[in-house]
């Protein structure tokens, strides 16, 4: 039985899963670097051991440094998080050697999603329909030009490791193909090590869904529904949503009937994020994340389930505490993304946070670790928190949002906070009319109306 958890992460999302570890009697352990000596997720854990200085590699990333962790307090399992290692299989396997819990899925499921072309054949052949492309990687311009010409233009050449859109080019006719070819490469090579890529089909006007499941170790699999994470920046969320707003119930079955039978056919322990692009009635898969994700809470907020908990429960061994039937949707809910950044440039804005007020009352929840005269480092990602609302419907669940947001006081540090409430302002938002694209194009009119302005 877990009795002690280290979660290897800091911010917002170490002091949920702290939270979750309270709730459920479980002694916590936070691990920081010196430039996180006074967060709050060191303070409110039950024990806090500083990794080293302030780069990741140093702290977050040092592997040894978290086994030593464990050792020294006794832990008896490790809680990821997201980003850092949570997608690391060879952290898992380290683990696992050392007799401690990785609360995730296991190391070689872990590899298999994270090689991008394996786990697109994988998917083929667990019967989830997938985004027409190359057979594996591509390995020269000729043979990108060839397949290109096959399934017609415009293509996305992507690198078979990594994601947060890092080698990953369009080439809307052969005559861009060469550079994007090259382009991606290299960048895959710089940001992951690795210069393979593969090419899929375009999608001109998609929707970016993403089926959540969670699976135990009797075989059982569930999904609780979708979320529609479309609006994005460079390939990065900013605004999630849930349910779709194109989905029906018998499309959001069927989907979820195809992701649990595939689960559970490769056997996935702990929860999971099969992401998708939606288009004309279709579903493409793109990647699975097997870790949880930032846009958890909006899924929480619809169904009521603690997916932290449920984490914590199946890496004990336990039977997940609901069944497919148990899974109700009830009502709309919407995450904010709120980063320390300039809300038209998006340059990060690090520095001493001077006044913090979050909103509140019914409806309305805020995953956060910063506070008043909280200096927010520059070493990390700019998050400052997730504003998450959840309402009857989703129209309710706009108001709901924009009261919540005229709340929110944050000052000293740049904010994302204005570009939400340009947001809630657009028609094309209000009537849910929007892809993965066009968050882009209504930053890019909005400039250039400032320019002409």
Not at 362 to 376: K, P
Not at 407 to 424: K, N
Request: proline residues 4%.
């Amino acid at each position: 039985m877990i009795s002690k958890i280290l979660i290897a992460n800091r911010g917002e999302i170490a002091l949920r899963v702290i939270r979750a570890c309270r709730e459920m009697g479980i002694a916590s352990v936070a691990v920081h670097s010196t430039a996180d000596n006074h967060a709050m997720h060191v303070g409110l854990a039950d024990e806090s051991v500083c990794l080293g200085p302030a780069p990741a590699a140093n702290s977050y990333l040092n592997i040894p440094s978290i086994i030593a962790a464990c050792e020294i307090t006794g832990a008896d399992a490790v809680h990821p998080g997201y980003g850092f290692l949570s997608e690391n299989a060879k952290f898992a396997d380290i683990l696992e050697a050392h007799g401690i819990t990785f609360i995730g899925p296991t190391a070689d499921h872990i590899r298999l999603m994270g090689d991008k072309i394996a786990a697109k054949a994988k998917a083929i052949e667990l019967g989830i329909p997938v985004v027409p492309g190359s057979d594996g990687e591509v390995k020269d311009v000729a043979e990108a030009l060839k397949v290109g010409r096959e399934m017609g233009f415009p293509v996305l050449v992507k690198a078979a490791s990594g994601g947060g859109g890092r080698g990953m080019k369009i080439a809307k006719t052969e005559d861009d193909l060469a550079e994007a070819f090259t382009t991606a490469r290299s960048e895959a090579k710089a940001a992951f090590g690795d210069d393979a890529v593969y090419i899929e089909k375009y999608l001109e006007k998609p929707r970016h869904i993403e089926i959540q499941v969670a699976c135990d170790t009797h075989g059982n699999a569930v999904h609780l529904g979708e979320r529609d994470c479309s609006l994005q920046r460079r390939h990065q969320k900013v605004l999630e949503e849930a349910p779709s707003t194109v989905l029906d119930d018998a499309a959001r079955a069927k989907i979820g009937k195809i992701v649990t039978n595939a689960m559970q056919g490769m056997s996935y322990r702990g929860v999971g994020t099969i992401e998708f692009l939606y288009e004309k009635g279709e579903f493409y898969f793109i990647e699975m994340n097997t870790r949880l994700q930032v846009e958890h809470p909006v899924t929480e907020a619809i169904t009521g389930i603690d997916l932290v908990r449920e984490q914590i429960r199946v890496a004990n061994g336990e039977v997940l505490s609901f069944t497919q039937d148990d899974i109700v949707l009830s009502g709309h809910a919407m995450e904010c993304r709120i980063n320390a950044e300039h809300p038209e440039t998006f340059v990060p804005s690090p520095g001493k946070i001077q006044t913090y007020h979050a909103p509140g009352g019914l409806g309305v929840r805020i995953d956060s670790a910063v506070f008043s005269g909280y200096a927010i480092p520059p070493y990390y990602d700019s998050l400052i928190g997730k504003l998450i609302v959840h309402a009857a419907d989703r129209e309710t669940c706009m108001r709901r949002l924009d009261r919540a947001l005229r709340e929110f006081a944050i000052d000293g540090v740049e904010t994302t906070l204005p570009l939400f409430h340009r947001l809630l302002a657009n028609e094309d938002f209000q009537k849910a009319d929007y892809d993965i694209h066009w968050l882009e194009g209504f930053l890019q009119s909005e400039a250039e109306k400032k320019t002409a302005g």
